[in-house]
């Protein structure tokens, strides 16, 4: 978790990633985070987030990316 | 003959007058509906504005949006639009430049418009788009419109730190939108996906091939950019025929793998514009999608977005680069040398732009309107004004014109046009920063910022990020103890290019 924590504070330091839970639901990620943060938490934590991974539940929150890239590893 | 873009809006409210207009992820508007807002924006609006004078509109991404535009257009206004998910102190700066005595909010932005530095009237959409259509207000307002009268103004990054205003006229919009929508073959069963925001230059096809052609578009949920497989959905959910998107919008679902999973299905057309289009993701819709028209464009938003297009015939491979191609109907181009002669047959040229699709300047600033636009100094016999790019080209062999970068520090990124200038102004305002240089690197597209001084990173970022775009705020932020000098002192570019990783 303080990992990906590190990643997102590098690329956001503005949003609070603790304890946002609508990150993608209100817009405060854009099109451009998403792109960059794919490519950073791929070579990060040697998953392949694959297109119907790229859903709303998934990158609203810290938390629920975090279980994403869990269940990645595990496959 | 046609004076005003409300002569089209007139024909295709009545002729499409049940037809859906446009669409957003809540509601749609039809021909009729649509024109009956324009009328009462403009019947409220009309007496308290003058004639040629800016309104202000600052509106989501929804239905309405378009309709205060063209209401304001109607009270013989034209619009100024804005986008209220930028920075405040970016909004100020355009309020500055614009000085409009009147200003269109709708209810979801009125906190953001009383925090701004504007002493105007601020009225909110939701109170006046059905206000009580007042027919003598109506007729007379009209009759200020000619053909030149100013339409929009829309605003891109300026070198000095303060955006430039460029302001296009109905002649010029009309021009424009006649040659593209021949290239594109926008037909009324066109229905198009809009991604760009709408107060930005890349949404003119989206909003006015509708009041041309009759054609529908479908305003697109920012958040789905993000999320490809619901972009995709969302086009054929809509059955959505026509796309005109910045090179940005075009890469994002290749880069994320969305057409493993999903296709538009609908789609006949994707015009790209904004930034040179890397070939290995063109080449994923192409594979994808093989029958769809894809056409390149190149334009300043000085000459209203456009100079010139490329229709993509062959099969492209991950390294072609593709060319900008000829010019649109309309449109000249003539190649300058630094020297202001002609540039020799097969060498690389300022590209510069003339016809009646030149903006009437930059509001407010007749100085820097009177460098950029400038008589062509090839034409000694009559007044002919031409609008210099900057950016460089070369005619081949087929007569086709190619690119070739900038003359001076503009880049393009995420479909924006950016002053490199703009960016070190920014940073130099941060207390903590003695000394930068931004520089683009363009294999990866990270904006970068090397600085000189104590600030932290973290300040950096948000400090940007509370005076400027997204997409201006430096990705790669570096700290050094000296900026690389060369020689005669400038900073040494090159050097700090070999620091991008």
Redesign the interface.
Known sequence: MDELMQIL??L???VDFENETAL??D?I????????L?GELNDAFDIEI???N???EN?NSAKAMMALIEQLQDE | MQTSVLNWLDNTASAYADKVMFTDSNSTITFAEFNKLTISVCSFLASKSNPYSPVVVMSGRHIYTSACYLGAVRAGCFYAPMDATMPVSRLNQILGVIKSDNMIVDREHLEIAKSLDFNGNVYVMEDIIDFPVDNILLDKAVSNLNETSPLYVIFTSGSTGVPKGVITSHHSLMCYIDAVSKVLDINDSDVMGNQSPLDYIAAVRDIYFPIKIGASTVIIPKNEFSMPTELFETLNKNKVTALCWSVAGVELPAKLGAFDIIKPEYLKKLCFSGSVMPCKYLKIWQEALPDVLYVNQYGPTEATASCTYYVVEEKVNDDTVLPIGKPYENYTITLLNDDSTATAEGEIGEICVSGPILALGYYGDVERTAQSFMQNPLNRNYRELIYKTGDLGKWNEQGILEFHGRKDRQIKHMGHRIELGEIEETAKQITGITDCCSLYYKDKEHLYLFYVGDATSKEIVLHFRKVLPAFMVPRKIINLDKLPTLPNGKTDMQTLKTYFK
Do not use: M, Q, T, W
């Not at chain 1, 990620?29 to 960059?36: E, G, N, R, T």
């Open positions: 504070e590098e956001r330091p503005d993608i639901g817009g990620l854009d099109s451009f985070d998403i792109v960059a794919v694959k297109p119907n790229l859903v709303p990158f």
